[in-house]
């Protein structure tokens, strides 16, 4: 029903079931539900550690995580470690994602080069990107550049992986007009090859981002001195609960205002895929 | 009509070209050999599988031969060697109109004041202008092929290569378009090899057809087409010579479609 258009409001209006509930459309009822939900989940969750059914040590209130949460805004604290692991994840960002892209295509395009570089993947991929870490933080030191290396890493195999199989999905007609245009190879890469896989490439990219927080909120917890997961390691040693909470609370944030807005560049640079 | 003194454009000698597939090897050309006069409206007719889409192919530069050889005089240097207008679905989906129009002069980097007027002159030619900044997905299957058509048109190539252009248009549209592309074509009556399974296009449009046998694919027989030029395309179907010529070229493909179909029913059953 939810994939019912809003503008058709008026056929679900005739059916005489509905007839005498049916004040609201169906879509707005589903998103007034949707906006209700986290609210009284939020609601439930104070009511229950006031009337101490809930320990209020591992799950404090929302009005207190609130509380600390304006403290550290006022403070400056907050801030200053939100940017901190922002700066890192643009770095880790740009170092992991780019030249995945580019090797992405070129394997896309490339079959000795996909066969050479497979295998390689298909090995290192599984490997939990945690694991490395340490091994990181040997070769990099406890400086910003191991924090930004693991972001790399995560960002690199979705973007790559995507950008690889965007091109080899690229319908085979778009390079047989390439070539009776003689494009050359760059022309290739330029006009046919990244423009068909940016729909691919764009779900790497949002999973790279997803990949990249975790990593960065474990190597923040490592010898940072600054970061959202500096902030909840030290809220655990100094056993401040509410602000561990505050720090998952931006990092959810984070997660959700990246998704959005790679959406929204997403349908600014794939005018051409019919609306979704 | 053609002279016979005109020079020829494109040679064929003793193609052929056979593929490996898991239960042996198909020959999809068999020892063709082809003289295409230049300025000459070739068309092509043959059942489908008869590799005439192979021979295009060829041509275009996206298949080799096995063995043979193909000779093409070029004219002016600097020119595209050819540019086909492919069945469909070839359009970039993410260019605009214009973009996709302006492909093979982008791609050889001419300066953008000579894209901008030869693209438009062809959106003009096939009443595109308004779309120029639509994106393909937004047009009808009929207006996507006129970009198309447009496409290779503008890259002023030597030769225009055309596989079954009109094949997935509905009646109307395809005499429309076939209307458009003579317009357009008498504009500068390059070469063309026009390649459908359609008799009623081949006697429309060309003014010489080949017959190809069922696979193997083979020169059954090449017949002159005796209408003048410019056509047009109702007025032409309407004569008498118009049905005679469309009859007696059925009669010779039919045998081939015949063959063709016990080839498939075969295929099927082993």
């Known amino acids: 029903m939810s994939a019912l258009p809003p503008s058709h409001p008026k056929i679900l209006r005739s059916n005489p079931q509905n007839r005498t509930s049916n004040s609201i459309s169906v879509t707005n009822r589903d998103r007034l539900i949707s906006l209700a939900s986290p609210i009284v989940l939020l609601l439930l969750w104070e009511i229950l550690v006031r009337v101490g059914v ?14 600390t949460l304006m403290v550290l805004i006022r403070d400056g604290s907050l801030w200053a470690n939100t940017w901190a692991s922002l700066q890192r994840l643009f770095w880790g960002f740009l170092l992991g994602g780019v030249p995945a892209l580019l090797l992405g295509i070129a394997m896309g395009l490339n079959r000795p080069l996909r066969a050479l570089v497979d295998p390689l993947v298909a090995t290192t991929y599984p490997i939990p990107k945690s694991a490395i870490f340490p091994l990181i933080l040997l070769i990099f030191g406890l400086g910003e550049a191991s924090k930004i290396v693991m972001v790399a890493i995560g960002v690199f195999y979705p973007v790559l992986i995507n950008s690889a199989t965007g091109v080899l999905e690229i319908n085979k007609i778009y390079l047989d007009v390439g070539r009776n245009f003689s494009a050359s190879r760059w022309q290739v890469f330029r006009t046919i090859a990244f423009p068909g896989a940016v729909p691919h490439i764009m779900s790497g990219v949002k999973l790279g981002i997803g990949m990249g927080l975790i990593l960065i909120s474990i190597a923040e917890m490592f010898g940072a001195k600054s970061g959202l997961g500096f902030m909840i390691w030290n809220a655990w040693e100094i056993l401040s609960v509410e602000t561990m909470y505050v720090g998952l609370i931006v990092i959810a944030l984070l997660g959700f205002l990246f998704s959005m807005i790679l959406n929204e560049i997403e349908r600014e640079i794939v005018p051409w895929k019919k609306s979704h | 009509m053609l002279a016979e003194d005109v020079p020829a454009k494109i040679r064929l000698r003793n193609l052929t070209k056979s593929f490996a597939t898991g239960g042996g090897t198909v020959t999809a050309l068999d020892n063709v050999s082809l003289e295409i006069p230049s300025g000459c409206f070739f068309m092509i007719v043959g059942p489908s599988g008869c590799g005439k889409t192979t021979l295009l192919r060829i041509l275009a530069g996206l298949d080799t031969p096995t063995s043979g050889s193909i000779e093409v005089s070029a004219s002016a240097a600097g020119r595209p060697g050819n540019s ?3 069945q469909g679905g070839s359009l970039f989906p993410w260019m605009t109109v214009f973009d996709n129009a302006a492909y093979g002069l982008s791609m050889r980097k001419r300066p953008q004041a000579e894209i901008a007027e030869v693209v438009g002159h062809y959106l003009n030619r096939t009443g595109l202008t308004k779309f120029a900044h639509a994106y393909p997905h937004q047009l009808s299957g009929g207006m996507q092929q006129r970009v198309s058509i447009a496409r290779a048109f503008a890259n002023d190539p030597d030769i225009l290569l055309m596989d079954e252009p009109f ?28 390649i459908t399974h359609s008799v009623d296009e081949a006697v429309t449009l060309g003014d010489r057809i080949m017959i190809m046998t069922a696979q193997p694919g083979r020169t059954k027989q090449i017949v002159d087409v005796p209408f003048g030029r410019p056509r047009e395309v109702l007025e032409l179907r309407s004569q008498p010579a118009y049905g005679e010529l469309v009859y007696s070229i059925w009669g010779q493909l039919r045998d081939e479609v015949q063959r063709a179909r016990a080839q498939d029913e075969r295929s099927v059953k082993s």
Do not use: C, G, H, Y
């Open chain 1, 54 to 67: 809930l320990d209020a040590r591992f799950f404090p209130a929302p009005s207190t995580i609130f509380e």
């Open chain 2, 84 to 86: 086909m207008v492919f």
């Open chain 2, 167 to 194: 094949s997935a248009l509905d009646e109307q549209n395809k005499l429309l378009l076939q209307e458009e592309l003579l317009r357009i074509w008498e504009e500068t009556r390059k070469t063309v090899l026009f």
